[in-house]
Structure formats: structure tokens, C-alpha cells
């Protein structure tokens, strides 16, 4: 989903691409402006969800684990 992140300027728009209008740039930055005062998630828009469906589980991880091949979990 994250993928094809360009800056604003560089979107080429198709034939039928409305460009965003300012009152919605106006709105993105103010989301920008309180999540960045108030801590990330402060706001969200609402196709985002409330909660997330997983997270990321380490406890099984070795404190090295990018410097010590010997410590990687095996999956056998």
C-alpha cells in the first residue's frame, strides 16, 4: 500500500484525476500539524481502522539478531 510514495508535485494525473483541492491540502495538513504536537495516531482518518489486526511479535528474537547468524530462530 505504501508503495509509489513521490512528493505532491510529481504525480502525473490521468484524464479523469481530480487533483486534490486545497481545502483537502489544508485538512492533510492539519492532521500532519496535530499528530506531530500531540503524538502519531493522535488523528486518523477513518478508512484507517481503530485497531490493528497484528503486531509484530520478537520475544523469540536474539538480542543480536543482525550480527549474530549463529543466534537466528530455525524454522524446521
Given at each position: 500500500m505504501?508503495?509509489d510514495?513521490?512528493p505532491?508535485r510529481?504525480?502525473?494525473?490521468g484524464l479523469?484525476?481530480?487533483?486534490d483541492?486545497?481545502r483537502r491540502?489544508?485538512?492533510?495538513?492539519?492532521?500532519?500539524?496535530?499528530?506531530?504536537?500531540?503524538?502519531r495516531?493522535t488523528?486518523?482518518?477513518a478508512?484507517?481502522g481503530?485497531?490493528?489486526?497484528?503486531?509484530?511479535?520478537?520475544?523469540?528474537r536474539?538480542?543480536?539478531f543482525?550480527?549474530r547468524?549463529n543466534e537466528?530462530?530455525?524454522?524446521?
Amino acid at each position: 500500500m505504501l508503495l509509489d510514495l513521490v512528493p505532491a508535485r510529481q504525480v502525473q494525473h490521468g484524464l479523469f484525476d481530480r487533483p486534490d483541492s486545497e481545502r483537502r491540502k489544508a485538512l492533510m495538513v492539519t492532521i500532519d500539524t496535530i499528530n506531530r504536537d500531540h503524538g502519531r495516531g493522535t488523528i486518523a482518518l477513518a478508512a484507517a481502522g481503530r485497531t490493528q489486526a497484528w503486531a509484530l511479535r520478537s520475544a523469540m528474537r536474539s538480542p543480536r539478531f543482525t550480527t549474530r547468524w549463529n543466534e537466528l530462530l530455525a524454522v524446521r
